[in-house]
């Protein structure tokens, strides 16, 4: 094993650590940190990790399980299992990680509104111009103003070469 190999804290691991304890009933996140503790015990493991580190790992996979109606509140800082969950820890005793957890409808909803968007501008727009511009001009390929290790250089190479494309037709 590596020195960072942490296979029980894998995202399906730690989803069926949550999974099988809460089919035994509502779980907390306190629940949850001493059941991964006392796995760790079992195999005679460190964790590798700070305590809140662990916490958050499982906060966020309790989340996830929640959004995606496996698990439901329970209580003031507890969760069940819903009819949903059953059939998840029946289908998947090993666990479940993300590409299992987007084929839920909600989840994948949750994904979508909260993934990464794009503010739609480039901030090498000027050097993809210059490139598009200089082969407009007849200039060669390799009047690239830009060295060749920086991100301009691709930059120009990219704009120069749609204008290539786009003579070509």
């Not at 009933?25 to 940190?33: A, I, K, R």
């Not at 991964?36 to 499982?58: C, K, T, W």
């Amino acid at each position: 094993m590596f020195d960072n190999d942490f296979p029980l804290l894998s995202a399906a691991s730690l989803v069926a650590l949550i999974l099988h304890r809460a089919g035994s009933g509502p779980v907390t996140l306190t629940s949850c940190e001493d059941a991964l503790a006392n796995l760790f015990r079992q195999a005679n493991e460190d964790p590798g990790l700070p305590e809140a580190d662990l916490r958050s790992l499982l906060a966020g996979h309790l989340k996830d399980l929640e959004i995606a109606r496996i698990l439901k509140a329970a209580g003031q800082d507890g969760w069940e299992l819903t009819p949903r969950g059953r059939h998840a820890l029946k289908q998947h005793p090993e666990g479940l990680d993300q590409t299992d957890l987007v084929k839920y409808p909600e989840f994948a909803a949750h994904l979508r509104n909260t993934a990464h968007q794009s503010c739609g501008m480039d901030p090498r727009m000027n050097s993809y111009d210059e490139g598009y511009l200089a082969r407009r001009r007849g200039l060669s390929f390799t009047a690239n103003p830009y060295a060749f290790d920086n991100v301009d250089h691709q930059s120009w190479e990219n704009g120069w070469m749609e204008a290539l494309e786009e003579r070509q037709g």
